[in-house]
T-cell receptor, first 115, second 108 residues
């Protein structure tokens, strides 16, 4: 079974530039999460989708971050414009349902460096 | 609100046992997860505890005390490949809140 796929794996951009990350969850997983992980810290939830609906985006900085999951499968996370403090690893995860008795399966992440 | 606390770093010798403690203060708590994360890789699921007590899975065991807001992950017969960060995460509703992770260094 293929795992969660993310691209790109690494991205280096200058501040004020836009950037987008793509995630393909495990087939059949209805719930998709985007996390941000700063160096030496645990992942912090940015947004959670149930199918195509964003059911928890309370931690998403909406002034510069946006996300979409148009057909309830793939998802894109965008930052525009990027700031130096956005440098982090952006992790995508999926689970079969929104219930927490199911563990979340994480992708390898996109390491973003903003210069 | 949610507050997760775990040590930043631990060092142990190959073949030994290490216990990683985690305390949490979580409203609407409904479970405690442990994940392993090797440097530069994705977190991978290790265990889930929702009831008090010890869950054993091979060399890894996880314990939960809901009344104390306390969990630990026990790693036995340490191997070099166990060098990684171990993330404690509390569940509330449909949300996971992660601690900062404990970096475990296994020495020969």
């Amino acid at each position: 079974e293929a795992g969660v796929v993310q691209s790109p794996r690494y991205k280096i951009i200058e501040k004020k530039q836009p950037v987008a990350f793509w995630c393909n969850p495990i087939s059949g997983h209805n719930t998709l999460y985007w996390y941000r992980q700063n160096l030496g810290q645990g992942p912090e939830l940015l947004i959670r989708y149930e199918n195509e609906e964003a059911v928890d985006d309370s931690q998403l900085p909406k002034d510069r971050f946006s996300a979409e999951r148009l057909k309830g499968v793939d998802s894109t996370l965008k930052i525009q414009p990027a700031e130096l403090g956005d440098s982090a690893v952006y992790l995508c995860a999926s689970s079969p349902t929104g219930g927490l008795t199911y563990e979340q399966y994480f992708g390898p992440g996109t390491r973003l460096t903003v210069t | 609100g949610q507050n997760i606390d775990q040590p930043t770093e631990m060092t142990a010798t190959e073949g030994a046992i290490v216990q990683i403690n985690c305390t949490y203060q979580t409203s609407g708590f409904n479970g405690l997860f442990w994940y392993q994360q090797h440097a530069g890789e994705a977190p991978t699921f290790l265990s889930y505890n929702v009831l008090d007590g010890l869950e054993e899975k091979g060399r890894f065991s996880s314990f939960l005390s809901r009344s104390k807001g306390y969990s630990y992950l026990l790693l036995k017969e340490l191997q070099m490949k166990d060098s990684a960060s171990y993330l404690c995460a509390s569940a509330a509703g449909n949300k996971l809140t992660f601690g900062g992770g404990t970096r475990v260094l296994v020495k020969p």
